[in-house]
């Protein structure tokens, strides 16, 4: 990650300068420092992470102030839960403490994307072009975004981007069909199979170095909100599986083999390997 001397924020406490910002952001124990640091640091693609931050504690606030009277016990979950659901709510709260109300107001966020979007940040550019694929009404121009999608994240190989937006890059949506492609073969969106490929990105950034472990957004909510409390997104992952249809762990397994194509197609820069064998 670049550095220069005019940099006046210090790195999140307990983190080292040299980590990766993905690193930073799962590893960081106070999201206000790391967005302070981040907004120092947009050529590596942080402003992207601040503004993951900023929504990871917005949601985190909604789900404190809601839970808080009920959480010491709730008959609808099992009791087992409790004590993991309280390590969660623990951790976001303290997480996201240093934050004021304004700070995280609908203002502060359109504020910091303006930032990231002045200072051209790599990450949000491609949630700009994310946000503006229209695939029916311009299917040329969905391409074209598409492919710059998958592109930066063959450039910057990072977790957030292959998480975040690999999964609609690799969809061909159109008024006919919508298909996931991988390796020459079309995969539908909505079967058995689609389900496995979308879980197969989720691993793959996952094993790009994201955060998957039991401080990942997915897995503190759904531990507080339904008491579903896992040690990781993957036995997450295992468990939406299972309820989808899943019954003997086989969907898992393909999950993670998708997963492994994948990553190593974004390795080797192959755009063909998400899009219709020619």
């Given at each position: 990650m670049a550095t220069s001397k005019a940099v006046t924020v210090a790195p999140p406490s307990q983190m080292?300068?040299?980590?990766?910002?993905?690193?930073?952001?799962?590893?960081t124990k106070d999201m206000r420092a790391f967005v302070a640091y981040a907004k120092q640091h947009p050529e590596s693609g942080a402003l992207a992470y601040a503004l993951k931050s900023l929504q990871k504690c917005r949601v985190s606030k909604e789900i404190l102030i809601r839970d808080k009277a009920n959480l010491q016990f709730d008959q609808k979950f099992p009791s087992e839960h409790f004590s993991a659901r309280q390590r969660?709510?623990?951790y976001l709260q303290y997480l996201c403490q240093g934050f004021s109300a304004d700070e995280l107001s609908d203002e502060a966020v359109k504020s910091l994307r303006e930032e990231a979007i002045q200072k051209a940040d790599p990450f949000v550019k491609v949630?700009?072009?994310?946000?503006?694929?229209?695939?029916?009404?311009?299917?040329?121009?969905?391409?074209?975004?598409?492919?710059?999608?998958?592109?930066?994240?063959?450039?910057?190989?990072?977790?957030?981007?292959?998480?975040?937006?690999?999964?609609?890059?690799?969809n061909d949506k159109t008024s006919t069909g919508s298909n996931f492609f991988l390796n020459g073969k079309s995969y539908p969106v909505f079967s058995d199979e689609g389900i496995i490929i979308h879980a197969a990105w989720r691993l793959a950034a996952c094993e790009m170095g994201g955060d998957c472990s039991a401080t990942n957004e997915d897995v503190i909510t759904a531990c507080i909100a339904f008491?579903?409390?896992?040690?990781?997104?993957?036995?997450?992952?295992?468990?939406?599986?299972?309820?989808?249809?899943?019954?003997?762990?086989?969907?898992?397994e393909r999950a993670v083999s998708y997963a492994r194509q994948i990553i190593d197609a974004?390795?080797?820069?192959?755009?063909?390997?998400f899009r219709p064998k020619q």
């Open positions: 080292p300068a040299e980590a990766g910002v993905a690193q930073m952001y799962a590893q969660s709510f623990d949630s700009t072009l994310a946000t503006g694929i229209s695939t029916l009404k311009d299917p040329q121009g969905a391409a074209l975004a598409k492919n710059q999608i998958m592109q930066a994240i063959f450039a910057y190989k990072d977790p957030l981007l292959v998480s975040d937006y690999g999964i609609n890059a690799s008491a579903r409390c896992h040690t990781s997104l993957a036995a997450l992952i295992k468990e939406d599986l299972m309820n989808a249809g899943d019954k003997n762990g086989l969907w898992y974004i390795h080797r820069g192959d755009l063909q390997a």
